[in-house]
C-alpha cells in the first residue's frame, strides 16, 4: 500500500503542492483557468506552520480511519486492495454531512460548498486526498521541489 | 462461535462486518426488527423530500448481509434473552442460541403526553416507514407542524419545507437544538432556516392535537391553535434497554457496559444508541445517540467478543455536524455551561456575521466546540477534546487562523507518523548529497 511520507526538514513552504492539488482537483486541470470558473478550487494537503517553520499536514489513509467510522452514508470507505480511503466512486454517495470532517484528527477534510453537478442529486460534497487516481504519482509528490513529498510502498 | 446481534442499523450492521472479519469460521445471526436491509437513519429526511433514492439509505449496500454469510431475519423481535440457557427468543417462538450476544437495539422516539397522538396525520421521524409517510403527506398536506427543535425535528421541518409544505416548529426551549448550540449559534441556525420559509416558535408548547379522525389544528400551551394537516413529533429518544433490564442486567437511563463495550454478563455485550457511556467533555455519564459512536463502539464490542481486550475510550456525547440550507455547524462535547464562571470553565470566541467559533476549556484542556460558519479543522479541536490533550502552551492561539495540527506533530492520534527525519547533520556529505538532490543536481 502506498502512503505519502513527508521529510519535514527539506520544507521550504512554497506551497506548489497545494497549486498542485487544487490544479488536479480542478476540472479545467490547469490553477489559473480553475480560479476564473466553479466550483472554486480547494486544496486538499495544507501546508501550516508553526514557529515560522512550514509543516505540510496531509492524509495519512488511517489504518483504522475515523472518517470511516463516523461516515453516515457510508461512502467513506478504506479500499481494501491500495488501503486508500476516499468517499468517492462507491456505490453510496457523500451527502455532505460533514461528520467525517467532524471526525478526522488532522484537519485534513474540507467542504465543498460548490454542489456537485454530476450525478441525479446535488449535495456539496467532503473533499479529502484521493491519491490522485488518474495518476501512477500524485501531484503533489510531482510538484513538490525539494523532495519533500513522497508516495512510499508501506506494509500494513 | 455462535455470535447473535439485536439490531441492524449503525451499531448491529458494523458489528456483523467487524464479527465476519475477525472470525471467519463463526456462524453470525442478526435479528432486525424492522424489514429493511441496514439503512442509515441519518439520511431519511434526504429520502423524504427525493434528495436521495431508497437504495442511496443502504450504507453497506443492499445485499450485505448475504456477501458476508451473516443469517439474516428480518421482521424478527426479540422478546427475552435467556441467560442461563444463553439463548435469545423471538416473539415469533423463534430460539437461537448464542454464544455471545450483542445489543445494538438502539433507541425510539419518545412522546410528549398531549391528547390526540393516534390521530391520522401523526408520526415520529424516526424510521425509513416514517420517511414513507412524511414522502406520502405532500399529497394532501399544505400545513404541518413539527414539535421540538432539535436535531431530528429541523431535519424533518427542512424535508417538508422542500416538499413545498408550509411548515411551524413549535420549541418549548427558549432556542433551537437546545442540547447542540449555545444562544448565538443557534440564531445563526435559525436565520438560515427561516430564510427557507420555516417558521419558528420558540418558548412554546403543544398541549393537544385536534382532529376526528385526522387532524386539523394543534392547541399550544398559549391556546394558540395552529391550523395544519401533518403532526411530527420529535422530542428526543429514549434507549431500548428492556430487554436487558427484564433479562437482569445493569441499566439505568441505557444499558451500562463496561469500558470494553461488556455488560454485566460477559457473554452480552451491548453497542450504540441503547448503551450510556462515559463522556470524556464532561466527566459524566451520558447517552450515547450518535451515528459515529455506534460504529466505533460497534468495532470494539465485536473484537472484544471474539476474545480480544480493546478499550473503548474518549467517548463523547454530543457530537453533531449539521447543515440544513447554507450554514454548516459542528458542535462537540461540553457546549453548554449553566455558569461560565463557575467550575473552573472558561470560553473564547469569535464571532462575525454567520461565523461563529468558540471553545469551552476547562484547566488546561479544551471540553467543548461550536463551530459555526466555518468548519474547517473541526476534527482537529475533536481529537484534543476527545485525547484530553494539554492546550496550555498555545492558549491565546487556539482560535488563531493558522492554528493547526501542526502545533501537535508528535500527537499522532494512534495513527501511523508520516514524518521522517533525515538522518544527517548540517555540513555532512550526506546533508550536501540532499541538498544537491533537492537542487536537481544528479537526478
Ligand atoms: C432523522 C434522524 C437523523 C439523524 N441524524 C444523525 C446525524 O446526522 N448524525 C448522527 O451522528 N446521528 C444522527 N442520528 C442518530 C443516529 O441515527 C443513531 O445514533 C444511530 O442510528 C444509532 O444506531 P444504533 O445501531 O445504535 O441504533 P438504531 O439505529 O436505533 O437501530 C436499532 C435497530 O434495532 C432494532 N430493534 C430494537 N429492538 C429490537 C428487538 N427487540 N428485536 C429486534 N430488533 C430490534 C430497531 O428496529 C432498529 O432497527 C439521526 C437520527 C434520526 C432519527
Known amino acids: 500500500m502506498k502512503r505519502l511520507m513527508v521529510k519535514l526538514e527539506r ?81 453510496q454517495q457523500c451527502v455532505g454531512c460533514w461528520m467525517c470532517i467532524m471526525a478526522c484528527p488532522y484537519g485534513v477534510i474540507n467542504p465543498s460548498f460548490d454542489v456537485a453537478q454530476t450525478g441525479k442529486n446535488a449535495f456539496a460534497q467532503a473533499l479529502k486526498c484521493d491519491f490522485c487516481p488518474e495518476r501512477e504519482t500524485p501531484a503533489c509528490v510531482v510538484a513538490c521541489p525539494n523532495d519533500v513529498l513522497e508516495a512510499e510502498e508501506i506494509k500494513e | 462461535m455462535r455470535y447473535v446481534i439485536i439490531g441492524s442499523s449503525a451499531a448491529g450492521a458494523q458489528a456483523a462486518e467487524e464479527l465476519c472479519a475477525l472470525d471467519k469460521d463463526s456462524k453470525i445471526v442478526v435479528v432486525s426488527q424492522e424489514g429493511y436491509p441496514p439503512y442509515s437513519r441519518c439520511l431519511i429526511s434526504r429520502y423524504a423530500d427525493g434528495r436521495l433514492l431508497e437504495s442511496d439509505l443502504y450504507f453497506k449496500t443492499k445485499d450485505f448481509f448475504k456477501k458476508c454469510g451473516v443469517e439474516e431475519n428480518l421482521h424478527t423481535t426479540a422478546a427475552k434473552i435467556d441467560r442461563a440457557a444463553k439463548k435469545l427468543i423471538c416473539e415469533n417462538a423463534k430460539e437461537i442460541e448464542y454464544d455471545k450476544l450483542l445489543i445494538a437495539t438502539g433507541a425510539r422516539p419518545r412522546f410528549p403526553k398531549i391528547d390526540g397522538l393516534d390521530l391520522s396525520g401523526v408520526t415520529c421521524f424516526h424510521s425509513l416507514d416514517d420517511a414513507y409517510r412524511v414522502a406520502e403527506s405532500v399529497a394532501f398536506v399544505k400545513e404541518a407542524v413539527v414539535v421540538g427543535a432539535g436535531f ?95 433479562a437482569g442486567l445493569d441499566t439505568d437511563r441505557g444499558i451500562l457496559v463496561d469500558e470494553f463495550l461488556m455488560t454485566s454478563d460477559a457473554n452480552i455485550f451491548a453497542a450504540g444508541d441503547c448503551i450510556e457511556i462515559q463522556d470524556v467533555s464532561t466527566g459524566k455519564r451520558t447517552l450515547s445517540a450518535t451515528w459515529f459512536n455506534a460504529v466505533l463502539q460497534a468495532k470494539f464490542a465485536s473484537h472484544n467478543m471474539a476474545g480480544g481486550r480493546r478499550r473503548y475510550t474518549g467517548a463523547v456525547g454530543i457530537q453533531n455536524a449539521v447543515q440544513f440550507h447554507q450554514i454548516p455547524a459542528i458542535s462537540f462535547g461540553k457546549t453548554l455551561i449553566e455558569d461560565e464562571s463557575s467550575d473552573g470553565y472558561e470560553v473564547i470566541s469569535i464571532h462575525s456575521g454567520n461565523v461563529y467559533k468558540k471553545l469551552v476549556l476547562k484547566e488546561d484542556k479544551i471540553c467543548g466546540m461550536i463551530f459555526v460558519g466555518d468548519i474547517a479543522k473541526s476534527g482537529f479541536y475533536a481529537a484534543l477534546i476527545r485525547q ?20 501537535f506533530k508528535d500527537e499522532n492520534f494512534g495513527q501511523m507518523d508520516p514524518y521522517k527525519t533525515i538522518p544527517a547533520c548540517w555540513g555532512s556529505p550526506v546533508w550536501w548529497l540532499q541538498r544537491a538532490q533537492c537542487m536537481g543536481i544528479g537526478s
Open chain 1, 11 to 91: 520544507c521550504s513552504g512554497c506551497k506548489r503542492c497545494e497549486l498542485a492539488c487544487m490544479e488536479e482537483h480542478s476540472a479545467q486541470k490547469n490553477y489559473c483557468l480553475a480560479t476564473l470558473g466553479a466550483p472554486e478550487p480547494k486544496t486538499r494537503i495544507f501546508v501550516e506552520s508553526i514557529n515560522d517553520r512550514p509543516m505540510p499536514v496531509v492524509c495519512r489513509h488511517c489504518n483504522e480511519p475515523l472518517c470511516v467510522s463516523a461516515c453516515m452514508a457510508g461512502c467513506m470507505q478504506k479500499d481494501p486492495v491500495t488501503g486508500i480511503v476516499n468517499n468517492m466512486g462507491h456505490e
Open chain 2, 388 to 407: 484530553e490533550v494539554d492546550v496550555s502552551k498555545y492558549r491565546d492561539k487556539l482560535l488563531d487562523q493558522d492554528f493547526s495540527y501542526a502545533y
Open chain 2, 152 to 246: 431530528v425535528g429541523l431535519e424533518a421541518a427542512y424535508a417538508l419545507t422542500r416538499l413545498g409544505i408550509k411548515v411551524t416548529v413549535v420549541e418549548r426551549c427558549s432556542q433551537i437544538l437546545p442540547n447542540q448550540l449555545d444562544i448565538i449559534a443557534s440564531k445563526i441556525i435559525q436565520r438560515d432556516l427561516e430564510e427557507l420559509g420555516v417558521e419558528v416558535i420558540l418558548n412554546e408548547s403543544l398541549i393537544s392535537i385536534n382532529g376526528t379522525e385526522s387532524v386539523y389544528d394543534v392547541t399550544t400551551a398559549d391556546k394558540a391553535h395552529i391550523k395544519c394537516e401533518f403532526v411530527v413529533i420529535a422530542t428526543g429518544i429514549t434507549p431500548n434497554k428492556e430487554l436487558a433490564e427484564q
